[in-house]
């Protein structure tokens, strides 16, 4: 039995047909972290497009809001984009109020909200919330936009190179049923924050 085996082993090495199966030794490892590259690649683009598309949702839900904006309410918007995202990392979300003032030329933070992070704000500089006054489309004055900002983190599941990195988005939209949007810690009128003539 052992002689059989050396036998077979001596052939296989003597045997020069298989230039073809050499070539694809070759070549496999190649293919394989080429296929392996794209599949890394489309999976990092599909997860932007969805963290793009929770932002345009939430984005829309806020314009459409005609109540006083309260905590309990962007606690639940916050779990409605971790929900749309489907991270496993915790995800951040802003929602922010401003508004132009023509007379100073000037984009004010009238009320920001951030969960998954830290940093509240009422009438603060846009610098406070990671924005400047070009990123701002142009507003007549006092009107009001808002701002929706989310940031997922987002690790490979192959190394192939690509580090993980952060998705970092920002939405602007106009309200649409109610004028100005004002926040309450509570929901009550008396602690609301609202932007100006509203």
Request: hydrophobic residues 45%; glycine residues 4%.
């Amino acid at each position: 039995m052992l002689r059989a085996i050396k036998n077979r082993l001596r052939r296989f090495r003597r045997e020069d047909e298989g230039s073809i199966v050499a070539e694809t030794v070759i070549m496999f490892p190649t293919l394989f972290a080429a296929v392996l590259a794209t599949f890394v690649f489309f999976d990092a683009f599909r997860n932007q497009a969805i963290n793009l598309k929770a932002a345009y949702t939430i984005s829309d839900a806020m314009s459409r809001e005609d109540r006083l904006i309260t905590n309990t309410m962007m606690n639940n918007l916050w779990m409605v984009h971790r929900f749309l995202t489907d991270s496993p990392s915790l995800t951040e979300l802003r929602i922010s109020v401003i508004q132009y003032d023509m007379d100073a030329d000037e984009v004010m933070v009238v009320w920001s909200r951030q969960k998954g992070g830290s940093g509240n704000y009422d009438w603060a500089n846009l610098s406070d919330i990671g924005l400047t006054q070009a990123q701002i489309p142009a507003m007549p004055h006092l009107e009001t936009l808002i701002v929706v900002q989310t940031s997922v983190d987002y690790e490979p599941n192959f190394s192939i190179g690509l580090e993980g990195f952060s998705f970092d988005n920002v939405v602007f939209t106009r309200p649409r049923w109610a004028p100005q949007l004002c926040y309450s810690h509570n929901g009550t009128q008396a602690g609301r924050v609202c932007p100006i003539q509203s």
